[in-house]
């Protein structure tokens, strides 16, 4: 293209002509109009048309340490220029990639200190569908293939990861779920617990694993896997009874358990990792997204040592990826990891950012009459929208009041997700107390406007 292109008419006609969006609905972006973002700063970022909007989705649950960070801009030049690409197959490696399998092995849960690279949060459930059928299959079981994951549940959007997940459109496009994958009930008490308390419903939501594990015979499942809090499944945060018993279960009928650490990891829920917070021992834990706080792609899959040695004896691992482990974002994700560190950002998220975020959210969950209830742990909350407050009446399907309401706040500057009829708020973890103002200012016009429009 010769010309340079400087308006929002502008690239709104080429976006238009040549792309393809993910997520996204053709009808609505051609009436709307793609929005463009070329900026941003901190928790800000800055559209085609100047507009400075406060970002409190951190990207899609990614840009943990903020954006404008240059140390990371610095990391990856530096890295560029000693050694831009060299891959790992072959018995071959760079430092990078093995100092941070290393610092890894540092802060993840005990006994997660072997770890496997990819790209994406989704090639790291596809590598873990993959090594965990190679590991039964070592281990001379190899009708152990079966996974279990859960209704809105989210890994990705391979077709493995799809067929793991369990949202229902996207197993529907293309005829995607593939066999081999089943799904129990997400354990969202306020949709599914009524009459009940959260801990009895966590124990029954728990205790619908058994009893899919004893449908399909426990000699035939390879593993559990669930996000520690389910993300984009609307921010489902388990009651505390819940963990526990999955864990009892996995292990009494020796069943691996996969913590899909990806939008958990790094500080997300005012530690290290989800499985902290929650008190899960995985098996496996893939993560991704805050491990380079989006600069580059990259992810990795911890696993345990009776899974790396089982696979270790098992013959020549035929599964990689030509940038598993690449030099650039091994580099940005050292330089991230260690501004999460120097910053002390995880202990600033427990004990100062998070109690503000929730309390000022809580009560502006209790004092609005269309706000349910609110989920989540630490920096990642959902507001779920209801049509009566009183009587816990939903919306019905077909209405879209979160996809009303974040329309609202987008005219406000604000971005915050719609994930069926919750509102998502997952800000960068160096939030600070003023934004997080701006933010329930903003949130609560959002609601206000949607709630009239529903009155
Ligand atoms: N796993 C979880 C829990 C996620 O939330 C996501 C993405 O949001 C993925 C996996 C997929 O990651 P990616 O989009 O990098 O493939």
Redesign the pocket.
């Known amino acids: 293209m010769d010309q340079i292109t400087t308006t929002t008419a502008e690239w709104q006609a080429l976006d238009r002509e040549h792309h393809l969006h993910p997520f996204t609905d053709p009808k609505v972006l051609g009436e709307q109009g793609v929005r463009v973002f070329t900026q941003a700063d901190g928790c800000y970022i800055w559209d085609s048309d100047g507009n400075k909007i406060l970002d409190t989705m951190a990207g ?2 990614c840009v943990n340490v903020g954006y404008g960070r240059q140390e990371l801009v610095d990391a990856a030049s530096k890295q560029m220029a000693t050694l831009p690409y060299y891959n790992t197959f072959f018995s071959s490696s760079t430092p990078t990639q093995i100092r941070l399998a290393r610092r890894l092995s540092e802060l993840t849960p005990a006994g997660l200190d072997y770890f496997f690279f990819a790209n ?3 090639e790291a ?1 596809d590598t873990i569908i993959r090594l965990v059928r190679h590991f039964w299959e070592v281990q001379g079981q190899p009708s152990k293939n079966v996974f279990i994951g859960r209704t809105l549940g ?4 391979t077709l493995a990861a799809t067929s793991l997940g369990g949202m229902a459109p996207m197993h529907a496009m293309g005829q995607s779920l593939l066999p081999g994958f089943e799904h129990i009930i997400e354990p969202h008490w306020y949709r599914h617990g009524q009459g009940k308390t959260p801990e009895e419903f966590g124990l029954e939501a728990a205790r619908a694993l058994e009893t899919k594990i004893l449908e399909l015979g426990a000699e035939n499942v390879a593993a559990f896997v669930g ?1 520690p809090l389910q ?2 499944g609307g921010v489902i945060d388990p009651p505390s009874t819940y963990w526990p018993e999955i864990q009892r279960i996995c292990k009494k009928y020796d069943v691996l358990l996969v913590a ?1 650490e ?2 958990c990891g790094f500080g997300r829920t005012g530690n290290w990792f989800g499985s902290d917070t929650y008190g899960i021992e995985p098996d496996l834990m893939p993560m ?1 997204k805050g491990l380079s706080s989006g600069y580059l792609p990259i ?1 990795a899959v911890a696993m345990n040592k009776r899974v790396s040695d089982a696979i270790n004896g098992g013959g020549v691992i035929s599964h990689g990826y030509t940038y598993s482990g690449h030099p650039v974002s091994c580099a940005v994700a050292l330089a991230n990891i260690d501004i999460i560190e120097r910053e002390g950002l995880i202990d600033k998220v427990r004990e100062e950012t998070a109690p503000y975020f929730r309390d000022s959210l809580q009560q502006l969950a209790d004092s609005h009459p269309i706000v349910g209830e609110l989920r989540g742990v630490s920096l990642i909350a959902g507001l779920q929208l209801v049509r009566d407050k009183a009587s816990r009446e939903f919306f019905a399907p077909t209405e879209q009041p979160a996809i009303e309401c974040r329309e609202h706040c987008i005219g406000e500057n604000l971005i915050l997700r719609a994930v069926g009829h919750t509102m998502v708020a997952c800000p960068p973890l160096t939030i600070g107390r003023s934004e997080i103002d701006e933010m329930i200012e903003k949130t609560k016009i959002g609601l206000d406007k949607t709630a009239a429009a529903h009155g």
Do not use: F, M, P, T
Request: net charge negative; glycine share 16%; aromatic share 12%.
């Open positions: 899609l649950w994406s949060g989704s459930n989210y890994h990705g959007s996000e993300g984009a899909d990806v939008i991704a992810a």
